[in-house]
């Protein structure tokens, strides 16, 4: 499958992997990184060194900015903003302001989510629409609100576990009554 770029978008970066599409209007800076088989929508914008996996799918009007690093198979809703300055002015701008942001595998973040920087998402994590992500999320988190909050945790289909198989002293073992796949959660993230 080869790369289509939409003949409005202007890519500046030539680091963009093979069958992955960038739609209408999107802008991909210079120094970016696309990975294979992401699928950019309408208006996105990539600033210079962002670094976007493989499958990634990033819905329309989303912005990424220096400092986000996405990693595979991640869904980004529309119009999700990543910051990247945990002071801003506009009077003062450098490079070492930047804070990192990381996305880990699989992690699904909602229409119109804010995450501000310094955080991490974990692995198959998800972010409910509208939320403010202002922490790190542990893996198969299920958070929103503003401040999103921890509200449970998710199986790798993105359905809320509920059925507890296994309650040891350093995990729980759910079973997904969706799906049937088991989800060890890690005890530390509960308090």
Avoid at 65 to 80: H, N, T
Wanted: charged residues 20%; aromatic residues 8%.
């Amino acid at each position: 499958m080869s790369t289509y770029i939409h003949p409005t978008a202007i890519v500046e970066s030539s680091d963009v992997g093979e069958g992955t599409r960038i739609w209408h209007f999107v802008h991909i800076r210079e120094g970016a990184r696309i990975g294979r088989n992401c699928n950019i929508g309408k208006g996105v914008y990539v600033d210079t060194g962002v670094v976007i996996g493989n499958s990634v799918k990033i819905q329309n009007f989303a912005t990424l900015y220096r400092g986000v690093v996405i990693e595979d198979d991640v869904f980004i809703g529309p119009a999700v903003v990543f910051t990247n300055d945990l002071y801003p002015r506009a009077f003062i701008w450098g490079d070492e302001k930047i804070v990192e942001t990381k996305v880990r595998r699989g992690a699904s973040i909602g229409a119109n989510s804010t995450i501000v920087c310094g955080v991490e998402i974990g692995e198959y994590a998800m972010v409910g629409a509208g939320s403010v992500v202002t922490k790190s999320i542990p893996p198969h988190a299920l958070v929103y609100g503003n401040p999103a909050r921890l509200r449970g945790f998710v199986c790798y289909c993105g359905r809320k576990l509920e059925s507890v198989v296994e309650s040891g002293e350093d995990s729980i073992t759910y079973t997904c009554n969706h799906c049937g796949r088991s989800v060890v959660i890690d005890r530390r993230w509960m308090d």
